[in-house]
C-alpha cells in the first residue's frame, strides 16, 4: 500500500508544478464629443400693432438649451428684415442681439439661455394683415 501511494504522490508532483497564471491587460477608452441640445424653444411671438402708436413695438423670446460641460458653442440668428403679409406691404422689425459665444462650464447641472428682443419701430404705413415671419436661432458647437 505504502507503494502505491508513493507511486501516487510521484504521479501527482508534475502537475502541481505546472499551475500557472496567464494573464491579458486590454484598456478601455471612451470619447466624449461635444454636444448641445434645445431644451425649450423660442416661444412665438404675437403682437398687436398700430401704425398710430408712437412707440415702438418690443417683445422678447428665448431659447434654452444645453451642452456637454465645457463644450464652446456660438448662437446666430438669421431673420428677414421685414415680416410680410397677403398684400404688398411688409412690416420692417428687428432681432437683438444676433449673436453669442460661450462655454457651458456645468453641463448637465444648469440650462443656458439666450435671449432675443424684437422691435417694431413706430410709425409704418401699413395696411390691415397679419404680417408674418420666420425667426431661425443656430446653434453651432
Known amino acids: 500500500m505504502k507503494k502505491l501511494l508513493a507511486a501516487a504522490v510521484i504521479a501527482a508532483a508534475?502537475?502541481?508544478a505546472m499551475a500557472g497564471t496567464a494573464s491579458d491587460?486590454?484598456?478601455i477608452t471612451a470619447t466624449v464629443?461635444?454636444?448641445c441640445e434645445v431644451t425649450a424653444g423660442a416661444s412665438d411671438i404675437s403682437v398687436s400693432y398700430n401704425p398710430f402708436d408712437?412707440?415702438?413695438v418690443t417683445a422678447s423670446t428665448a431659447t434654452e438649451f444645453n451642452c456637454v460641460k465645457n463644450t464652446p458653442y456660438t448662437i446666430s440668428v438669421s431673420a428677414p428684415s421685414a415680416?410680410?403679409?397677403t398684400g404688398s406691404d411688409t412690416l420692417n422689425f428687428s432681432v437683438s442681439p444676433t449673436s453669442a459665444t460661450g462655454t457651458d462650464t456645468d453641463g448637465l447641472a444648469g440650462v443656458e439661455s439666450f435671449t432675443m428682443n424684437i422691435t417694431i419701430p413706430a410709425g409704418q404705413d401699413v395696411a390691415v394683415d397679419?404680417?408674418?415671419g420666420t425667426v431661425t436661432v443656430d446653434i453651432s458647437y
Do not use: E, M, Q
Request: overall charge negative; glycine content about 6%; proline content about 11%.
Open 25 to 27: 491587460d486590454f484598456t
Open 130 to 132: 397679419t404680417y408674418t
Open 14 to 16: 508534475p502537475f502541481a
Open 83 to 85: 415680416l410680410t403679409g
Open 54 to 56: 408712437a412707440s415702438d
Open 33 to 35: 464629443d461635444p454636444y
